[in-house]
């Protein structure tokens, strides 16, 4: 008995300090390799597990996944039909085991210290906030075509480092504790849900802590979806900014205001 209470406090514990970390996969064969190895490459204190959702892929990206799971037990995959990037991380959330959780694209990667970084810099704050580093998505390309599953890790930064950069509306880029975000889902069937999931983690008056690390390599797509002006998806957004601001305080009113006026900004630049 007292073995197996042993044991039961042990996998807690463990459990509380892994890092899970969530990948949503669409159509990402070409970059995935590269990304996971980057993930596999992580130089963490604490036990780490993956969790790979293919949301209804076409490209073999789900076959890439259950490859590298085969041979890594941290990895985890998850197959559903095609729902959208939040319905992909809302059930990566919902697979998680660790007690610290992190999100990450299939075309994007990470530095090898990234997590411990990450990690170091949590203590006393509820989720730790850094910046990126920006990749021209054809030379990104042509460096994920360039190496193997194998290569050195090395191999995947460029040699001329890009420009270091916040963005504060990406769920990526963030160490949050487990606790911090329960309950949190990202919206679905919807496009720029990133920015209704960040003003909800505002509105919950969270301890954040900045940091200079900007070791998440972040694969500029100009074809990508939010590259491109959806005027409905707008307008939605918009609207479930207005009702948040219809129900919060102050200073919630503030944040939404805030956020507003940088969207439509943002969206005149493009």
């Avoid at 030379?139 to 040699?159: G, V, Y």
């Amino acid at each position: 008995m007292c073995k197996k209470n042993s044991n039961f406090v042990r996998n807690f514990v463990c459990m509380h300090r892994m890092v899970s970390i969530i990948i949503p996969i669409y159509n990402a064969s070409f970059y995935l390799p590269a990304c996971l190895l980057s993930l596999q490459s992580q130089r963490s204190p604490e036990p780490l597990e993956f969790i790979l959702v293919d949301d209804g892929s076409t490209d073999g990206s789900l076959s890439i996944a259950r490859s590298a799971a085969a041979s890594d037990p941290r990895i985890t995959v998850i197959a559903q039909p095609h729902a959208g990037q939040s319905a992909a991380r809302n059930r990566g959330m919902e697979a998680a085991k660790g007690g610290y959780i992190a999100f990450v694209d299939a075309d994007d990667r990470l530095e090898p210290e990234w997590t411990a970084r990450h990690l170091s810099a949590i203590e006393g704050a509820d989720y730790v906030q850094s910046g990126y580093k920006r990749i021209d998505s054809q030379k990104s390309k042509d460096r994920c075509a360039q190496s193997s599953k194998t290569a050195a890790f090395k191999a995947e930064i460029p040699a001329k480092r890009p420009k270091n950069r916040y963005q504060f509306t990406s769920p990526c880029m963030r160490l949050y504790r487990r606790e911090a975000i329960e309950g949190m889902r990202f919206e679905e069937g919807m496009i720029y849900e990133d920015v209704i999931w960040s003003v909800d983690l505002w509105l919950r008056k969270l301890r954040c802590r900045l940091t200079d690390n900007t070791g998440y390599l972040y694969t500029f797509n100009p074809t990508s979806t939010t590259s491109r002006p959806h005027p409905d998806a707008r307008r939605v957004v918009f609207q479930k900014l207005r009702e948040r601001a219809a129900h919060a305080s102050l200073r919630g009113r503030c944040i939404i205001l805030y956020t507003i006026l940088r969207l439509k900004i943002h969206f005149l630049r493009q």
